[in-house]
């Protein structure tokens, strides 16, 4: 099987730490190890997975070059343009009979061992040419991910029966009552050849320009780098959008493994709460100096300067150079609107 | 009329902001001058007041001559041994039949001619051996004030019928819906040679060792130095505590002069708003760079780094040096008791 991780995503959701040079994958958010070293460390058994391909912008391949160790290849999008296009450029690259998982490089996984029983299970089913999703048991009516409805059953999986995008909060609520869906992972395998096959029914114009930019891309000794004129041509698109939504092999595969996007500063609370058996009664949170008085469930976060909070309760507070944020948890999705986030200086 | 303008007081309620090293008094909290310099330019008029003496420790010498511009005497503590010594020390600096007027250095005071209507009827009751301090009307049931409470009238004021120190709520709001009691707002006007008798007599041992403090202190060409070691034997008391509350001489004058001791970052947040006209809607107050989402009635309060906030009410953001604080707005009097504020290193 061969991993390949994507390290697309921009720098905003946790502003001020993660910024558009320096963003999420690549910062040790949890433990010593960035998100992106623990996401390569995941499918780092070589009984299990060949050497993994990394696709990442020009902007990030150094900081991928840095911190990967040992055999990785590194596809370097010349631009950005979605899943669909990244993971096309990954499978091109790979034997078409082979077996691809795809994993973001920005999310956490609490229970290793589920996760690779989950990923087994999936790369059975790919094999029998299903386009595999993992799918996570939701915990609560989240809006802002994808859901997968459980269809007929297959053999360690179902079928999907319907993506639903982003819900409204009554929506979810429905969804999470019915338990008939589930999250999106982001967590794919499928046959390289199976994949591209199904991109070219379903969107003929994007895998033509994908292959032309294969064709006339530059190999180096330890990347790849895709042309960048057909690719710039491309509009942008999901992988679920241009081909999960649209092929009648779509699948899926429970997977129930302390998954968490870390979409949000609340998100990376609870996570460190989660892995935190020794959280005083309060449950406040520092990384870096920090002091509580009549707190609870605050989340302190400082790269060098002292935080002193007091009479506060779910919130968190990030210092990071010359950036200060204080946010309520239940609104810390809206970082990515502040002006801060917003419009970041060019690395 | 000579102003007696005392320095004494410590760091710890604005902090981060206000240090020991750099207190309250000598920073430009509100407008381009700090509150000591409001407070000699609210005593300034050659016509109406003698030059000011300002009392101050050691360690604030310096800041007291770089910030008084004129003719300013000092009165230089060796310790600080609370506002009855300070006092004593300036009154006996003065000539006995003449009028002190004692103000604090870290008030605000909005009304600066209500302020002086005051002080003069102050004066005139002095003048007839009153010991007067300014009455403010309460808009609260504060715990953290010493009330007055309205005794028999008196030309332009009241005698003191009691006093009572920090309330707790119940007794406040008693006090508030009685209309009979006033805040103490520390401003004080006596004749310098009755004071001192008042002191003797029910003080007597703190009296005499003003007095040899006195006695053996040091003239320089700006400032008098009192002798060290008969002041540190004195134990240290609040001018109210050793005279006012004992004399039957104590008079109050009301004062209606949007007076604030700007005790706290919720009482500093209020005085910004009520003399900013052109507050925005949400109530949200910066001071250096800030954005706002979804906030109310938040202050943000820098040095330099952007403070970002994000869906919070009635919330103080203080950025300044290596510390940041964050304070629900009702415990903001709580700043006082966080490490940083308590365990402040030596200036």
């Known amino acids: 099987m061969h991993p390949v991780i994507l390290c697309g995503g ?144 297959l053999t360690g999986g179902h079928r999907i029966a319907k993506f639903v995008e982003k819900p409204d909060l009554e929506t979810a609520k429905q969804f999470l009552a019915s338990g008939q869906f589930k999250w999106n992972a982001g967590i794919f395998a499928f046959r390289a050849g199976f994949l591209l096959k199904e991109l070219n029914r379903h969107r003929p114009e994007m895998a033509a320009l994908v292959e032309k930019s294969i064709d006339n891309g530059q190999n180096t000794e330890t990347s790849f780098r895709p042309a960048a004129a057909p690719l710039e041509k491309i509009t942008g698109e999901s992988i679920d959008y241009a081909v999960m939504e649209n092929t009648s092999r779509a699948a899926m595969v429970g997977a129930d493994m302390g998954w968490s996007d870390i979409g949000d500063w609340d998100s990376l609370a609870k996570t460190i709460c989660d892995a935190n058996d020794g959280l005083g009664k ?28 007091i009479g506060l309760d779910n919130v968190c507070v990030v210092v990071n150079g010359d950036e200060v944020l204080v946010t309520s948890r239940d609104k810390a999705q809206m970082v990515g609107k502040l002006p801060g986030a917003l419009f970041q200086g060019e690395a």
Chains 1, 2 share one sequence.
């Open 10 to 153: 921009g720098g905003t959701r946790l502003w001020p730490v993660s910024r558009n040079s320096f963003p999420k994958p690549f910062l040790p958010l949890l433990g010593d190890r960035t998100l992106f070293q623990q996401s390569i460390d995941r499918v780092s058994d070589p009984n299990r997975f060949a050497a993994p391909t990394v696709v990442a912008g020009e902007a990030h391949s150094s900081l991928v070059a840095s911190q990967a160790s040992g055999d990785v290849r590194i596809v370097i999008e010349p631009c950005a343009r979605n899943t669909a296009a990244a993971i096309a450029l990954a499978a091109h690259t790979l034997p078409p009979d082979d077996i691809m998982l795809v994993c973001p490089s920005d999310h956490h996984i609490s229970n290793v061992d589920a996760f690779h029983s989950s990923v087994f299970a999936a790369s059975r089913l790919a094999s029998q040419d299903w386009l595999v999703s993992l799918a996570i048991e939701p915990t609560g009516p989240a809006t802002g991910y994808g859901y997968l409805q459980t269809g007929d059953p």
């Open 282 to 309: 309060e449950g406040n949170l520092a990384r870096g100096p920090a002091d509580f008085l009549e707190c609870n469930d605050v989340l302190a976060f400082s790269d060098g300067p002292r935080i002193s909070v």
